[in-house]
Every structure is written in structure tokens, then in C-alpha cells.
């Protein structure tokens, strides 16, 4: 894992989650792209030179927030970007080579009952990036343990699993897999792809009416550093990617999420 990128917001966590942007990127010897993107809607007679103001007021932003966060030994590239967030991320993607990006769950609210705002919900749902969501205020620790959580283990692109099997030999960590059989199951679904099943400690089996309730009746039993699913159509959340924003009583995880994107 070279390249990590992190989208940067307004929320009063953004320092602390750029320290474990930091100390995760640290474990990998990654570089970190921190980015940082503002929409400007000029008007007939704005100041013309309203464009630069904004950039550097954002590189300020971001230069201020890095003073409270400890970057020994990580390259740090840092951007500012005009445009529309998604956009900017995937012509982001389409320049450098980006292994993982890290996200909060709330980078512009802090509504109590959200777990993933509408930015973060819409960078989930529409970009090809992996993704990570951080808790907010989480300290970085090794990922000594993995659940995965599908409904389906049928995967045709086997380097959508990277960013999984890179953080498993970094730490070493003992992954486990759920198997969720729900009404939409299929046959084959349970077929472990081989790629998957070098990595994978043990497998579990349950019948539940989506993926999440599995979560929940093995979470205890496994006690993971790290959730990882899948982003499909009818994958992981079900319904729930239809919404740019998902509230806590829908699903919420209080240690990071790894979503990994394009597995068909």
C-alpha cells in the first residue's frame, strides 16, 4: 500500500482523524494525499480574484490542522481542489495510483443520531475508491482482528481484495468470515472465492433478513479491530446505500469499517 488519500472537512474531529490517517499510513510506509475541496459559484461583478483567496484560506486550514497532528515519518502531499467532491476524488484516482482512502463519518455535521453524513454517504455510494470509515475520535491500534460480513462471497475481480489482503499481512491479523444468508440468496453464493480463503481463520454461517443483523448476532464472539463488506447493488447495507445519509439506529460501528468497492 503506497498512496492514501483523505478528504478533509469541517468537522471539529478533523485533527484527531487525521492522526490515525497519520499512524495507519505510518504501519504501511504510505504516502498521504490530504485534500481538501471547496465549491465556488461566482456571481456578475464578484471579485475577480475571489479564487485564490479561497485556496489559500483552505491550504491554511489544512496547514493549521497538521500543526496538531504528528506526521513523523509519513510523506504528506497536501491539495486544494474547485470542483465537486466526488468528481475531484475519481480524477484524483485516474492521476495516481490511490490504494485506500480514509474517511470520517461525519465530515460537515455532528448531528447526534448520524453515523455517515451526506458527504461521506455519497463518497461510500459513488466513487470506485476502498474506503475506510473511521470512528469519530478513534486512536489508531494494529488490526489484530478482521470480520468480514457478506451475504455473497462470489468475487470476479480479485484485485478489489487488495486493500484486505494488505492490511491482513501488515498485522498479521486473524480474519474471520460471516456468511449471512438472506432472502436474496442464490446459489454459489457461498462458494469462497480461493483468493479469499488463504486469508480466512474460520467461516461462519447464519440465516438472518440482511447482512447487518448477522453483524450483530456474531459481533461479540469475534470482538474485530475492523469490519470489512462489501459495496454491491444488494450487498452490504442493502437499502441503506440508497441513502446518502444513514442514521445510527440503521447501522452504526464504533471500530473502522473497510469497504471494499468493485468486487464484480
Request: charged share 20%; glycine share 4%.
Amino acid at each position: 500500500m503506497k498512496n492514501i488519500l483523505v478528504p478533509v472537512g469541517n468537522s471539529k474531529n478533523a485533527a484527531s482523524h487525521l492522526q490515525y490517517v497519520m499512524d495507519f499510513a505510518r504501519a504501511f510506509g504510505a504516502r498521504v494525499y490530504v485534500v481538501r475541496v471547496y465549491h465556488l459559484k461566482l456571481n456578475p461583478g464578484t471579485f475577480v480574484k475571489i479564487d485564490q483567496v479561497l485556496e489559500q484560506e483552505n491550504l491554511a486550514y489544512i496547514d493549521d490542522l497538521l500543526t496538531h497532528v504528528n506526521c513523523e515519518n509519513v510523506e504528506v502531499i497536501v491539495k486544494v481542489f474547485k470542483g465537486k467532491l466526488v468528481n475531484i476524488l475519481e480524477l484524483i484516482c485516474n492521476t495516481i495510483t490511490v490504494d485506500l482512502m480514509l474517511i470520517e463519518p461525519k465530515m460537515n455535521i455532528m448531528r447526534t443520531e448520524v453515523f455517515l453524513c451526506k458527504i461521506s454517504g455519497e463518497i461510500i455510494k459513488k466513487t470506485s475508491i476502498p474506503t475506510v470509515i473511521v470512528p469519530e475520535g478513534y486512536e489508531f491500534k494494529s488490526i489484530l482482528n478482521i470480520l468480514i460480513a457478506i451475504k455473497s462471497a462470489i468475487i470476479r475481480k480479485e484485485s478489489a481484495l487488495f486493500p484486505l489482503l494488505h492490511v491482513q499481512r501488515t498485522f498479521n491479523s486473524v480474519v474471520n468470515l460471516l456468511l449471512v444468508k438472506t432472502p436474496f440468496y442464490t446459489d454459489g453464493d457461498f462458494v469462497v472465492n480461493k483468493v479469499l480463503q488463504t486469508v480466512v481463520s474460520e467461516t461462519v454461517f447464519t440465516e438472518q433478513a440482511t447482512t447487518f443483523k448477522g453483524v450483530l448476532e456474531y459481533y461479540n464472539d469475534y470482538t474485530p479491530d475492523m469490519l470489512c463488506v462489501f459495496r454491491r447493488k444488494r450487498g452490504f447495507f442493502n437499502k441503506m446505500w440508497e441513502k446518502n445519509v444513514i442514521l445510527k439506529k440503521d447501522f452504526y460501528s464504533h471500530i473502522p469499517v473497510l469497504v471494499l468497492k468493485g468486487v464484480k
